[in-house]
C-alpha cells in the first residue's frame, strides 16, 4: 500500500462542504485531479499539457469559498469545484481521482488555476460525491454552464 492510500475518504457532498466550510486551513484547502499524492509529490510539479514545460506547481483548485457568494450553499460552491474538472478522471486514464489537500499558492498555471505547493493531503473523494456534485449542478439548469472540458468540441 501507498503511503497516503490511507487517507481519508469524503463520502458525500456534503461532508467536503462541512470540510470547505470548517476546517481549520479552509483557506488553503485545493482539489487536485491526479493520481494520487504519492506521485504529486514525488514530482512536486504539473505540465502544461500544451507544451510540456514544467510548471512550479501542482494544478488544483481552491476549495475557499469567496465572499461575493454572500450565504449561498457551500454545498453549491463545492460542487462547482468538482464539476468544472470531472472530465479529467476519463482525460487522464486510470487511477486519476480527486483528493483534498492543504496546499501554498505558489503561481498561476496557463489557465489561470492556482499552482499550490502541497504542504499536506488531507483525504479523497469518492464517486459518490463525484455524481452528487454532477446532479445538483445539473439541477440548476444553466444553458450558458458546463464543465472546463477541452475535449468536447461544438
Avoid at 125 to 145: H, K, T
Wanted: glycine share 6%.
Amino acid at each position: 500500500m501507498s503511503r497516503h492510500e490511507d487517507l481519508p475518504t469524503i463520502r458525500t457532498l456534503d461532508e467536503l462542504a462541512t470540510l470547505a466550510d470548517t476546517h481549520p486551513d479552509r483557506r488553503a484547502l485545493y482539489v487536485r485531479w491526479s493520481r494520487g499524492p504519492d506521485v504529486d509529490l514525488a514530482a512536486a510539479s504539473s505540465r502544461d499539457s500544451l507544451t510540456g514545460v514544467p510548471l512550479p506547481g501542482l494544478s488544483a483548485n481552491s476549495l475557499a469559498v469567496e465572499a461575493w457568494w454572500n450565504d449561498r450553499p457551500v454545498r453549491l460552491w463545492v460542487a462547482r469545484r468538482l464539476y468544472d474538472y470531472q472530465h479529467l478522471q476519463e482525460l487522464r486514464g486510470s487511477g486519476t481521482r480527486p483528493w483534498v489537500l492543504v496546499g501554498e499558492a505558489c503561481g498561476r498555471g496557463p489557465d489561470n488555476e492556482p499552482l499550490v505547493r502541497c504542504l499536506r493531503p488531507v483525504a479523497w473523494i469518492s464517486d459518490a460525491a463525484l455524481r452528487e456534485s454532477r446532479e445538483l449542478v445539473e439541477s440548476q439548469g444553466s444553458p450558458e454552464w458546463g464543465p472546463l472540458d477541452r475535449s468536447t468540441r461544438a
